[in-house]
T-cell receptor
Framework: ETGVTQSPTHLIKTRGQQVTLRCSSQ?????VSWYQQALGQGPQFIFQ???????GRGNFPPRFSGLQFPNYSSELNVNALELDDSALYLC?????????????FGPGTRLTVL | AQSVTQLGSHVSVSEGALVLLRCNYS??????LFWYVQYPNQGLQLLLK??????LVKGINGFEAEFKKSETSFHLTKPSAHMSDAAEYFC???????????FGSGTQLTVLP
């Protein structure tokens, strides 16, 4: 069984640019959540996708957007990058079908904005 | 809104000593509670979770936690620390229709030889 994978591992961008991060969910999981973890802090919920629709969003501006594909993989897009967007971006998948299901995290993408 | 407070951003223990990492939460509904561990440059690994039932929860690597509703606490313990336990530990509560996780700010555990 393949776990959650994310690409790329590391990324360096400059302020104002756009970035796309990718996540492949664990086999059998139909839900993907994205989290931002700034240095020295706990992860913060960005949004969740369930069956290709946004299913909840945290306190992040609209320049953070996402997609989920029919195979349940997902993308996180960030436009107009700011220095404060530098963080580890974590993707988590789960089989959200009633009640609570455990979220399985990928290794993350480290984004540096210069 | 849910929130999580982890007391002590850094905890140091000697190898073989008791590990106690503190977590308090606020939740307007019965909570789902979790402890995750993060090793350097890695993602999060679930140590244990409380959803319903027994309030003393056992997890991986010898860790356990007790849900105390009256104290709104979910402290993580391990009887005897091992060098390999050195990592960052996060307490989290699940909430909302998306069951999103709200994390504490983390506790860095150092194990001294």
């Amino acid at each position: 069984e393949t776990g959650v994978t994310q690409s790329p591992t590391h990324l360096i961008k400059t302020r104002g640019q756009q970035v796309t991060l990718r996540c492949s969910s664990q086999s059998g999981h139909n839900t993907v959540s994205w989290y931002q973890q700034a240095l020295g802090q706990g992860p913060q919920f960005i949004f969740q996708y369930y069956r290709e629709e946004e299913n909840g969003r945290g306190n992040f501006p609209p320049r953070f957007s996402g997609l989920q594909f029919p195979n349940y993989s997902s993308e996180l897009n960030v436009n107009a990058l700011e220095l404060d967007d530098s963080a580890l971006y974590l993707c988590a998948s789960s089989p959200l079908e009633g009640g609570y299901n455990e979220q399985f995290f990928g290794p993350g993408t480290r984004l540096t904005v210069l | 809104a849910q929130s999580v407070t982890q007391l002590g951003s850094h905890v140091s223990v000697s190898e073989g000593a008791l590990v106690l990492l503190r977590c308090n939460y606020s939740s307007s509904v019965p909570p789902y509670l979790f402890w995750y561990v993060q090793y350097p440059n890695q993602g999060l690994q679930l140590l244990l979770k409380y959803t319903t039932g027994a309030t003393l929860v056992k997890g991986i690597n010898g860790f356990e936690a007790e849900f105390k509703k009256s104290e709104t606490s979910f402290h993580l313990t391990k009887p005897s620390a091992h060098m390999s336990d050195a990592a960052e530990y996060f307490c989290a509560v699940a909430s909302g229709s998306a069951r999103q996780l709200t994390f504490g700010s983390g506790t860095q555990l150092t194990v001294l030889p």
